[in-house]
T-cell receptor, first 113, second 114 residues
Framework: DSGVTQTPKHLITATGQRVTLRCSPR?????VYWYQQSLDQGLQFLIQ???????AKGNILERFSAQQFPDLHSELNLSSLELGDSALYFC????????????FGDGTRLSIL | DQQVKQNSPSLSVQEGRISILNCDYT??????FLWYKKYPAEGPTFLIS?????DKNEDGRFTVFLNKSAKHLSLHIVPSQPGDSAVYFC?????????????FGTGTRLTIIP
């Protein structure tokens, strides 16, 4: 058990819709990272938050946004969904701002029909 | 542009033998590398890392070798055990951002045959 909790585990929705993925970091971790893994691809870094502030941005589409709340949980919002957004979305956490992501959640599998 | 490449999608190894997983990179600015292990329906778990000032780092049954001139690193697992069956990803931090922005390879699925 990594201590990182992601909900929901599975999400099925249609094109054009909007979804919110939720992540609770491991206790004591201040950094949250979001990664996307599409079929046969490596994990693609999307965005990092540290203690409520955006810290680093990767290949995150403008249709996607994220935030980290005062209790340190984070949400990834995906809107105007397209078929190509179907993927596994992982959240990870670490103690500091410069640490590598140590603890990953089990992921949310998003399927767009 | 895949800056970190794992060209073998899968590998099968007999239990007790050595497993060698390979990773190539294109960005010569990468100076730190990590390996993650992922079981089905779980997130990746950090396994071992190596800095470019070293050419070898060992942790129990796991050893990572780095060949900077060839831009190649490998993970050796010896002896291989059934519990090592998983997908292994190599990763490198972005030279511009550091550890918070990792570039991952596509992974190699290792199957240990009892």
């Amino acid at each position: 058990d990594s201590g990182v909790t992601q909900t929901p585990k599975h999400l099925i929705t249609a094109t054009g819709q909007r979804v919110t993925l939720r992540c609770s970091p491991r206790s004591g971790d201040l950094s949250v990272y979001w990664y996307q893994q599409s079929l046969d691809q490596g994990l693609q870094f999307l965005i990092q938050y540290y203690n409520g502030e955006e810290r680093a941005k990767g290949n995150i589409l403008e249709r996607f946004s994220a935030q980290q709340f005062p209790d340190l949980h984070s949400e990834l919002n995906l809107s105007s969904l397209e078929l190509g957004d179907s993927a596994l979305y992982f959240c990870a956490s670490s103690v500091g701002v410069y640490n590598q992501p140590q603890h990953f959640g089990d992921g949310t599998r998003l399927s767009i029909l | 542009d895949q800056q970190v490449k794992q060209n073998s999608p899968s590998l099968s190894v007999q239990e007790g033998r050595i497993s060698i997983l390979n990773c190539d990179y294109t960005n010569s600015m990468f100076d730190y590398f990590l390996w993650y292990k992922k079981y089905p329906a779980e997130g990746p778990t950090f396994l071992i890392s190596i800095s470019s000032i070293k050419d070898k780092n060992e942790d129990g049954r796991f050893t990572v070798f780095l060949n900077k001139s060839a831009k190649h690193l490998s993970l050796h697992i010896v002896p291989s055990q059934p519990g090592d069956s998983a997908v292994y990803f190599c990763a490198a931090p972005s030279p511009n951002f550091g550890n918070e922005k990792l570039t991952f390879g596509t992974g190699t699925r290792l199957t240990i045959i009892p």
